[in-house]
């Protein structure tokens, strides 16, 4: 993963435990960064994605119809990429859920998850 790919507020996870996710609430230049449910920093290098799944969307609250605001979130599971349309006219293929997080902020300025929530 490469550090321009992620954002304060992001849901991600740990290579050595995948099972195990946690928002991000410090990055530095040196590739360091820190979620907020781990006492010490781990390296971009063992950060991975979260793949979007119903079962993840579950666990978080969601179904596949989001609604923020004003704004509807729409996605489609065909294959290992989910196919995310925001407000019937932005389309976007996705694998990983910071890519949504980061899609939905983009384009309505709302996070898609409170991080404060999340961590623990």
Same mark, same amino acid.
């Given at each position: 993963m490469k550090p321009q790919e $992620? !954002? $304060?507020g992001n849901l991600i996870s740990l290579s050595y435990d995948p099972e195990k996710f946690g928002v991000v609430i410090a990055m530095d @230049? %040196? &590739?360091s960064i820190h979620l907020g449910n781990k006492e010490n =920093?781990?390296?971009i290098r063992d950060i991975i994605g979260l793949e979007v799944?119903? %079962?993840l969307l579950e666990k978080l609250g969601y179904e596949t119809t989001i609604? %923020? &605001?004003e704004h509807e979130i729409t996605?489609?599971?065909a294959d290992k990429r989910v196919s995310v349309t925001i407000d019937e006219s932005i389309t976007y !293929? $996705? !694998?990983f859920f910071h890519e949504l997080q980061? =899609? @939905?902020y983009v384009n309505t300025g709302q996070e898609l998850l409170d991080p404060m929530e999340l961590i623990f």
């Open positions: $992620l !954002r $304060l @230049v %040196t &590739g =920093a781990d390296n799944s119903e %079962t609604y %923020t &605001g996605l489609n599971f !293929r $996705l !694998r980061n =899609a @939905v």
